[in-house]
């Protein structure tokens, strides 16, 4: 699969196709993103529908349910009366033994959509059935989106609802909420509610709607901690982790702040505008003047004794069994003295 994986599509591709009104006999969806599958599985059905005339010509079948033979069986018998019938077949990995799939996929029904979904990597690449899968363009990979690819998704997102974010801002948003693709839509969806028939979405309204939900951010702990505010840093910090924030991902967006002010007085130093500070320093301008009030705070000796606190506390949650709100509590009382 590693030489051929150049030639498998993204999951995102079966999408498009099916907007421009490509419904192919066979999809074969597998990767880590089960947003991007799920996804994917209500387009095929929204796609399939007006070709449906009856319940019965949709199916969902489950691999611990139902055999490979049932599921090709089903998929080879005529449609209810309906133009064309509908199967999803799910948790297709833990499907033993596949052959049975290469000689349907090689002349498939042409009256039948058939779906298998699965969950994770494809751990047998090299057979004649996963080629198969790629000569007939059936097979398509969800890879869990990161980076600069997720930022382009949330803005593409906002333009499908007809509305405007920036990369900026998107990145914000992620900080805030985490790489979820699930909670990054829902929090959109509040978004989009909140700021009615405006068009743009600025820095203001994801930190308003925060608000206005009584929802604490990683930007709340890092303003009470540049205050100096123990108590309420502990607060903040134990609301995240009761949320279901990972503690590594406060470990580094900290990690990243406190990098950020130790280069605040460089930035100063040159001149720099607020965007290419902003940017040097790996945050938004909205949020440049509380590093700069911070920095005021922190004397170079309490930076690097911040920094060796976040080492400690990110080694302790990867080799120790410490409680997670343990760590973070020393971390927090290290740091904010």
């Known amino acids: 699969m590693a030489k051929n994986r150049a030639n498998i599509p993204s ?63 089903a998929a080879s018998a005529f449609p209810f009366g309906s133009d064309k019938k509908l199967i999803i077949y799910k ?38 059935l996963y080629s198969a899968l790629i000569k007939n363009k059936f097979l398509y990979e969800a890879k869990e989106l990161k980076g600069r690819n997720l930022i382009t998704w949330l803005v593409d997102y906002c333009e499908e609802n007809k509305k405007q974010i920036t990369s900026g801002i998107a990145q914000v948003l992620v ?62 910090a134990y609301n995240l982790l009761d949320k279901g924030q990972e503690p590594t991902f406060i470990i580094h967006m900290l990690t990243r702040y406190f990098s950020g002010l130790a280069r605040i007085n460089e930035m100063t130093e040159k001149k ?24 005021r705070n922190y004397t170079d000796g309490e930076l690097f004794s911040a920094a060796q606190a976040l080492l400690k506390a990110d080694l302790a949650i990867k080799t120790s069994s410490t409680n997670n709100k343990e760590i973070i509590t020393l971390l927090i009382s290290e740091m904010v003295n």
């Open 11 to 73: 999951i995102s591709e079966a999408v498009k196709n099916l907007k421009r009104g490509n419904i192919l006999p066979v999809y074969y969806f597998f990767g880590e993103d089960s947003f991007s599958i799920d996804t994917s599985l209500k387009a095929i059905e929204e796609a399939v529908k007006p070709f449906l005339a009856s319940d019965f010509d949709r199916e969902i079948f489950y691999s611990e349910e139902r055999t490979l033979i049932e599921v090709l069986d």
């Open 91 to 128: 948790d297709f990995e833990k499907v033993r033994d596949k052959k049975n799939l290469l000689s349907y996929i090689e002349s498939p029904a042409e009256f039948t959509v058939l779906v298998l979904v699965h969950n994770g990597a494809v751990s047998n690449p090299g057979t004649n």
């Open 175 to 236: 900080e805030i909420v985490g790489e979820n693709r699930s909670m990054l839509e829902a929090q959109l969806d509040k978004i989009f509610t909140f700021v009615g028939d405006k068009i743009e979405i600025t820095i203001d309204d994801v930190r308003n709607l925060s608000t206005s939900l009584k929802e604490f951010s990683i930007f709340d702990l890092q303003d009470a901690i540049s205050k100096k505010d123990k108590r309420r840093a502990m607060k903040l």
């Open 272 to 295: 720099m505008n607020e965007y290419a500070a902003a940017k040097i320093i790996g945050t938004h301008p909205y949020y440049l003047k509380n590093y700069k009030f911070a920095r």
